[in-house]
T-cell receptor
Framework: QQQVKQSPQSLIVQKGGISIINCAYE??????FPWYQQFPGKGPALLIA?????SEKKEGRFTISFNKSAKQFSLHIMDSQPGDSATYFC?????????FGKGTHLIIQP | DGGITQSPKYLFRKEGQNVTLSCEQN?????MYWYRQDPGQGLRLIYY???????QKGDIAEGYSVSREKKESFPLTVTSAQKNPTAFYLC???????????????FGPGTRLLVL
């Protein structure tokens, strides 16, 4: 079964700290690994994405680290802010669409 | 103003009733998707369509049906066979680049379905 395992389920970080969310996948046919951010009652919005030919991608305070041999990737949020409080989903993408992790509920304490 | 619209925002279903959720996009995307979101379960794929008049079952298609008569529209019907329909339903769309290259999926605002 194609799965993407995401951890932790919930995370509390102090303002200004680094938030780290991890994902592991099984399907080696995945060729696209996005992270989505979702606020309560809203649809998910693409935050940042990476393809397996690079090991790291950075956009502002958000960085994806990708380890193809370990089949793992992670999201780092630097200088975390209260406005970053949301649910984050990782996903693996293949021919049939995206397979999502179960999400991480992130709370940034002021 | 480009994007994906879903209606209604809230929908109530009575026992034994079929209900239809609307999804429209003006992004000129070929592919459209329906996901179901339950607390702590992430997003699970119900159906997807890569071309008009064609669609494929996802992981949890039982109790649901779709149609794709127009490129812009991909309505989802929750049938009476779906015994636990209470959830947040999300529609998404993406471009296609070949059949194996995943493009970014953009999501609508969602429809929350509740059972009376």
């Amino acid at each position: 079964q194609q799965q993407v395992k995401q951890s932790p389920q919930s995370l509390i970080v102090q303002k200004g700290g680094i938030s780290i969310i991890n994902c592991a996948y099984e399907n080696t046919a995945f060729d696209y690994f996005p992270w989505y951010q979702q606020f309560p009652g809203k649809g998910p919005a693409l935050l940042i994405a990476i393809r397996p030919d690079v090991s790291e991608k950075k956009e502002g305070r958000f960085t994806i680290s990708f380890n193809k041999s370990a089949k793992q990737f992670s999201l780092h949020i630097m200088d975390s802010q209260p406005g970053d409080s949301a649910t984050y989903f990782c996903a693996g993408g293949g021919a049939d669409g995206l397979t999502f992790g179960k999400g991480t509920h992130l709370i940034i304490q002021p | 103003d480009g994007g994906i619209t879903q209606s209604p925002k809230y929908l109530f279903r009575k026992e034994g009733q079929n209900v239809t959720l609307s999804c429209e996009q003006n992004l000129n995307h070929d592919a459209m998707y329906w996901y179901r979101q339950d607390p702590g379960q992430g997003l699970r794929l119900i159906y997807y369509s890569q071309i008009v008049n064609d669609f494929q079952k996802g992981d949890i298609a039982e109790g649901y049906s779709v149609s794709r008569e127009k490129k812009e529209s991909f309505p989802l019907t929750v049938t009476s066979a779906q015994k636990n329909p209470t959830a947040f339903y999300l529609c998404a769309s993406s471009r296609l680049r070949g059949l194996s290259f995943q493009e970014t999926q953009y999501f609508g605002p969602g429809t929350r379905l509740l059972v009376l």
